[in-house]
């Protein structure tokens, strides 16, 4: 096997038309493994029904199998020479990774390439990490869909892998490099039983599952061929798993070990473990693995699933094992795993009972932790922390005391997780969705709507001087009627007791009446002269202040607008009714009051008015763009 | 359907650019770079008082025989201009509106990641496939 390796990493060196393809030792060795197997020495080139075999086995689309070959050179040349088949095998790697078939993609570092229908011997071999790699990124799937299957098959012993695995195989969570494979491919028996024998021996591995000999047992029908070397390979690699303890039997699945050290390093960053880490705490800190920032980047994107520059013990944790997965050659996913979510991981080592209540107290959390996101995105400040400790405290908490639970309670609480995992996520991405909405509604919608509603509330000190007695009364109404404005426009103050007349109201359709000002006949010539204030201030600002399109303020303004219409209507009514007094000092307050209230008004309305321009314009443009496409369409019909 | 969006940052060099592929690609890319001068006028324009009230939404830039602009500028000045096929009368104002706020919520996103420097071009996936299912839904 040496000299094959040897002899293949000459090749691909050589024999590429000049392009010095990188294999890493482990690559080398596979590969070489491969090839041995696919073209027996002494020939110098592989069977073509081998490779076809083994291509197929990559279960990559055939389309995409075409792709390689042509890529790799085997169709110009005629055969799969080792060159050729050492470019083929990393473009299947990089296919299965994600990258388009072409020779810059197998440039990078790649995983290596995954094939469900290795033989036996060659699994046999199996003792190096190089091959360790490829089993476990085989017995993931078992494993992985044995945990997606055990929502429905509730803690099944026996559960049969074949069938129940097969079609349902595509979960948007796991990562992209681990496709689900259908067990029916073209190896046959051999390979049912391996894949079975994959999931057994993982099975009674992990610390989880609680089928621990029995497994074995069930499966012990199948070729015997596999089973004992199986047996006997994993056995080891089970053992080095063991003493490594970087990878699980699912790679996105982290250890307690793993977590342990997690909660160290982010103690070692932050001691409140129910606090965040700020982003740039993070950043240097991550840019110490020397990982490339755009790999980082994306790692970040990934656990960072609240969006809030921050990352909690969870996301801390999910980002670590994120690093320390692409350290170790896996590729990232393009989404989050759903066994590094931050509801999973806090559940991860909790007792069934209290998940519920965790996620519970989790989603509550979330609004808090939304909260700091509004205030700020960078560094966290230390007062706003305990803000969100509080809340988070519950969940945090729990999740201590859950470090120190025996882990053999992993697999029930995982059925659980599974389902309440989902409705956790889709919580709280709705309540990420719900405040994202809330802050980023145009933010001039805030300040209209407060705007229309200051002009209805001016203050109802003019009314208190009125020498009648009614001016108590007055007040009263006054004061009822700035409250009704401020609870939404209620009917208008009972009738016995209006406010003073004042005419110019009738013809102000604006909040300003509801401040009923002032009394008679001055009044009307008060009305002359506003309503004069009216127009001239509405001519200026027809040049739109804001030109831009509002349609949502116009909508809020005329609600408003209608409503207070509705009421003046009911007052100026009721008012003639009322004898009224003259008193010049008072009228001259009540003026003042007018005119602000009228320039408040005024305000309004132009606004409306900009935008209702504004408007038009739009409109006026869509019509001319409307007239030409119809001029262009007209001279064929008129010939 | 959307044809192509951009989103520039203050300084008015393009961050990311994300086109339904068609010929003359070139054409609307030439369009977003003239808009640009409209959406700068716009927000000129508004004088400094102005500036909080500012809507966000700057709503259809210019409309052509083929195709319509739309632009959103957010209060750090980074604009976003969305360039749609004319013969989709289906678009609505508002969609255009929530398509721009989507936008912006995910370009906060990526504000968000301490990796990310402002000024740099975008390269997240998320937000591609943000992107991509946005203008595809649209189609």
């Not at chain 1, 046999?124 to 490829?134: K, Q, S």
């Not at chain 1, 991860?348 to 700020?376: H, I, N, V, W």
């Not at chain 2, 706020?101 to 997240?124: A, E, Q, V």
């Amino acid at each position: 096997m040496e000299q094959g390796a040897v002899g293949g990493s000459a090749a691909a060196t050589a024999g590429t038309g000049g392009l010095l393809l990188p294999l890493s030792e482990s690559e080398q060795q596979r590969y070489s493994e491969l090839f041995s197997r696919c073209c027996p020495p002494p020939e110098a080139a592989a069977g073509g029904s081998s490779v076809g075999e083994l291509f197929r086995a990559s279960q990559l689309p055939p389309d995409t199998l075409h792709q390689i070959t042509e890529v790799c050179g085997a169709k110009r040349v005629g055969y799969f020479g080792p060159a050729q088949f050492y470019i083929a095998l990393k473009l299947i790697a990089a296919a299965q990774s994600g990258f388009p078939v072409r020779i810059e993609s197998i440039k990078n570092e790649l995983p290596l390439p995954r094939f469900m229908a290795l033989t036996n011997d060659g699994e046999v071999r199996y003792g190096t990490p190089a091959e360790l790699h490829g089993v476990k990124f085989q017995v993931p799937h078992a494993t992985l869909e044995k945990n997606s299957y055990k929502r429905t098959d509730e803690g099944d012993k026996q559960e049969p892998k074949s069938p129940p695995m097969s079609p349902i195989c595509s979960p948007p969570a796991s990562p992209s490099t681990y496709q689900r494979i259908p067990l029916s491919y073209g190896y046959g028996k051999s390979r049912s039983g391996l894949e079975q024998q994959h999931g057994a021996p993982y099975e009674v591995r992990h610390p989880t599952h609680q089928q621990d000999g029995s497994s074995s047992g069930n499966y012990g029908a199948k070729p015997a061929l596999a089973c004992s070397t199986l047996n006997r390979s994993l056995s080891a690699e089970r053992e080095q798993q063991d003493s490594s303890a970087h990878y699980s039997d699912d790679p996105w699945r982290i250890t307690e070990e793993q977590r342990d050290y997690y909660v160290n390093q982010f103690r070692s960053l932050q001691p409140d473990l129910n606090s965040f880490i700020s982003g740039s705490m993070a950043k240097n800190f991550f840019t110490k693995s020397k990982l490339p920032i755009p790999e980082l980047s994306h790692i970040w994107e990934l656990s960072d699933v609240d969006c809030d520059g921050a990352l909690t013990l969870p996301e801390f944790c999910a980002a670590f094992h994120l690093v320390v997965a692409r350290k170790n050659g896996y590729q990232l996913p393009e989404t989050l795993p759903e066994t590094l979510l931050p509801e999973y991981l806090q559940a991860a080592s909790l007792k069934p009972m209290r998940d519920c209540a965790l996620f519970d107290s989790y989603s509550e959390s979330l609004p808090g932790g939304q909260q700091t996101r509004d205030f700020s995105r960078t560094e966290k400040s230390a007062e706003e922390v305990p803000d969100n400790s509080a809340l988070l405290q519950d969940g945090k908490k729990d999740d201590k005391q859950a470090l120190k639970v025996s882990t053999a309670l992993k697999t029930i609480p995982k059925e659980f997780q599974h389902l309440t995992v989902k409705t956790a996520a889709q919580e709280s991405n709705a309540l990420k969705a719900r405040p994202r909405s809330r802050s980023y509604s145009s933010t001039s919608i805030e300040d209209a709507m407060k705007k229309g509603e200051e002009p209805p509330t001016p203050p109802p000190r003019p009314q208190k001087s009125h020498s009648r007695a009614s001016s108590l009364d007055l007040n009263k109404i006054f004061q009822q009627n700035t409250q009704a404005v401020r609870s939404g426009w209620l009917p208008p103050p009972p009738p016995a007791l209006p406010p003073r007349p004042s005419v110019s109201q009738t013809e102000q359709p604006s909040e300003v009446e509801l401040h009923p000002q002032m009394n008679r006949p001055p009044s009307q010539a008060e009305e002359n002269s506003s309503a004069k204030k009216e127009v001239v201030l509405s001519q200026p600002p027809s040049k739109p202040t804001r030109r831009k399109l509002r349609t949502e303020t116009q909508g809020l303004e005329t609600p408003e607008l209608s409503p207070t219409i509705n009421v003046t209507s009911s007052l100026p009514a009721v008012k003639p009714h009322l004898p009224v007094q003259k008193q010049s000092s008072k009228q001259k307050r009540a003026i003042q009051t007018a005119i602000r209230k009228n320039k408040e008004t005024n305000a309004v309305l132009a606004r409306l008015n900009s935008e209702l321009q504004q408007q038009l314009k739009e409109v006026h443009k869509e019509r001319i763009a409307l007239e030409t496409q119809l001029e262009q369409l007209r001279p064929v019909t008129v010939l | 359907l959307v044809l192509l969006s951009v989103i520039c940052c203050p300084q008015n060099y393009p961050l990311y650019i994300r086109s339904v592929p068609t010929e003359n690609e070139l054409k609307f890319h030439y369009t977003v770079h003239t808009s640009l001068d409209v959406v700068d006028e716009k927000i000129s324009a508004m004088g400094k008082a102005l500036v909080d009230q500012r809507e966000l939404y700057l709503g259809l830039l210019y409309p052509t025989e083929d195709y319509k602009v739309y632009g959103y500028v957010t209060n750090s000045k980074v604009k976003f201009v969305m360039v749609v096929d004319s013969s989709n009368t289906a678009l609505r104002d508002n969609e255009i509106r929530s398509m721009f706020r989507k936008l912006h919520n995910s370009y906060t996103d990526i504000m968000c990641n301490p990796f990310y420097n402002p000024g740099d071009r975008i390269h997240s996936r998320a937000f591609d496939n943000m992107v991509n299912s946005m203008m595809m839904q649209v189609c």
